[in-house]
């Protein structure tokens, strides 16, 4: 079988040039970038030393253009599977779970070891030393000196606070105290009777300066320990009380505490507790203790821009959130003077 010449050299006398394939189909792949096709070499002239075409590499539906270059994850191999990403959060979740068991498993210990350490005259007065005086929560609990009956009214509200903060709880705090309330039940009923302890004197009477500091220092711990509450009888003197010392304080937060005590009540009657129905004092100035915006938001809508829900009362303190969400920089620029 005669051969032809080799590439690029001239055809000699006698050979016949070599002609291109004559049949339709070609070596080459018909996928090209931009609208030509394959490099078919013309049959006038020389014959061209045939080409293939630059390999352009096919990752999609259609084909990529020659400078496409492959993704990183498939030129290296390391792309991680679905299942290992999986365990990897898996495992990120339970460490983190480790470390918040580990902490809250420290707040209850030191919790613990500070009330261990607290020596006799810390304890209760027996009956032999006071009036007894019976509430919906028991006789209460009165100690030697108004400001250890608030120390020990702080420690039960710390311990109700770590077990609704317990990492297995619920996120949402009204969720976890219904969900820790047979935990915490005995706990909220103490800081009540420790509260009726720090008893104030009669109206006629002026209230002491650390009296008055007591009764006012015990209104967060009837707060954290009143929300769970679910008798009647209960629910009405924890609101009496609070209020009483907001009249004979002058510390208007009381009113606001009593509201708060109120509102996680009725929230609680719309999903499986008892009923309640607030207590309002309507010639109260703001707004939230007088249910004035709890009226207008009852009423229906009058034009659909209707803004009623969107409050804005002047007088609100509304600054006193920020002991709970505000940084140090925000608590030093309040105006105390203002």
């Given at each position: 079988?005669?051969?032809?010449?080799?590439?690029?050299?001239?055809?000699?006398?006698?050979?016949?040039?070599?002609?291109?394939?004559?049949?339709?189909?070609?070596?080459?792949?018909?996928?090209?970038?931009?609208?030509?096709?394959?490099?078919?070499?013309?049959?006038?002239?020389?014959?061209?030393?045939?080409?293939?075409?630059?390999?352009?590499?096919?990752?999609?539906?259609?084909?990529?253009?020659?400078?496409?270059?492959?993704?990183?994850?498939?030129?290296?191999?390391?792309?991680?599977?679905?299942?290992?990403?999986?365990?990897?959060?898996?495992?990120?979740?339970?460490?983190?779970?480790?470390?918040?068991?580990?902490?809250?498993?420290?707040?209850?210990?030191?919790?613990?070891?500070?009330?261990?350490?607290?020596?006799?005259?810390?304890?209760?007065?027996?009956?032999?030393?006071?009036?007894?005086?019976?509430?919906?929560?028991?006789?209460?609990?009165?100690?030697?000196?108004?400001?250890?009956?608030?120390?020990?009214?702080?420690?039960?509200?710390?311990?109700?606070?770590?077990?609704?903060?317990?990492?297995?709880?619920?996120?949402?705090?009204?969720?976890?105290?219904?969900?820790?309330?047979?935990?915490?039940?005995?706990?909220?009923?103490?800081?009540?009777?420790?509260?009726?302890?720090?008893?104030?004197?009669?109206?006629?009477?002026?209230?002491?300066?650390?009296?008055g500091a007591a009764l006012v220092e015990s209104t967060m711990p009837c707060f954290f320990a009143g929300v769970q509450y679910r008798d009647a009888a209960q629910r009405a003197w924890i609101v009496a009380r609070i209020l009483d010392i907001e009249a004979r304080t002058g510390w208007a937060s009381a009113g606001l505490i009593a509201r708060g005590c109120e509102t996680a009540w009725v929230k609680a009657a719309a999903g499986r507790g008892p009923p309640y129905e607030r207590v309002r004092d309507v010639r109260h100035a703001d707004e939230r203790i007088n249910g004035a915006w709890e009226r207008e938001s009852e009423e229906p809508p009058?034009?659909?821009?209707?803004?009623?829900?969107?409050?804005?009362?002047?007088?609100?303190?509304?600054?006193?959130?920020?002991?709970?969400?505000?940084?140090?920089?925000?608590?030093?620029?309040?105006?105390?003077?203002?």
């Amino acid at each position: 079988m005669a051969m032809g010449p080799p590439p690029g050299a001239a055809p000699s006398q006698g050979q016949h040039t070599s002609k291109p394939p004559t049949s339709s189909h070609t070596a080459y792949p018909r996928h090209t970038s931009g609208s030509q096709g394959a490099h078919v070499p013309s049959q006038s002239g020389p014959a061209a030393p045939m080409q293939p075409p630059p390999a352009v590499p096919f990752f999609g539906m259609a084909p990529s253009r020659p400078n496409n270059s492959m993704p990183a994850s498939y030129a290296s191999g390391q792309s991680q599977s679905p299942s290992t990403l999986q365990d990897d959060h898996l495992n990120d979740l339970n460490a983190a779970t480790d470390a918040a068991m580990d902490e809250w498993t420290q707040i209850r210990h030191a919790l613990n070891s500070f009330a261990s350490r607290l020596g006799p005259a810390f304890q209760p007065l027996g009956p032999e030393f006071h009036q007894p005086l019976a509430t919906p929560f028991g006789d209460a609990v009165v100690y030697r000196s108004y400001d250890i009956g608030c120390l020990w009214a702080v420690w039960h509200m710390a311990v109700i606070i770590a077990i609704r903060s317990h990492p297995s709880m619920p996120p949402a705090a009204m969720m976890a105290a219904g969900v820790a309330a047979q935990q915490t039940a005995s706990m909220a009923h103490e800081v009540a009777r420790i509260a009726a302890g720090i008893a104030p004197t009669p109206r006629h009477v002026p209230l002491s300066p650390s009296l008055g500091a007591a009764l006012v220092e015990s209104t967060m711990p009837c707060f954290f320990a009143g929300v769970q509450y679910r008798d009647a009888a209960q629910r009405a003197w924890i609101v009496a009380r609070i209020l009483d010392i907001e009249a004979r304080t002058g510390w208007a937060s009381a009113g606001l505490i009593a509201r708060g005590c109120e509102t996680a009540w009725v929230k609680a009657a719309a999903g499986r507790g008892p009923p309640y129905e607030r207590v309002r004092d309507v010639r109260h100035a703001d707004e939230r203790i007088n249910g004035a915006w709890e009226r207008e938001s009852e009423e229906p809508p009058r034009e659909p821009s209707d803004r009623r829900n969107i409050h804005r009362f002047a007088p609100t303190r509304v600054h006193w959130a920020i002991g709970i969400i505000g940084m140090e920089e925000d608590v030093a620029r309040i105006d105390l003077n203002g």
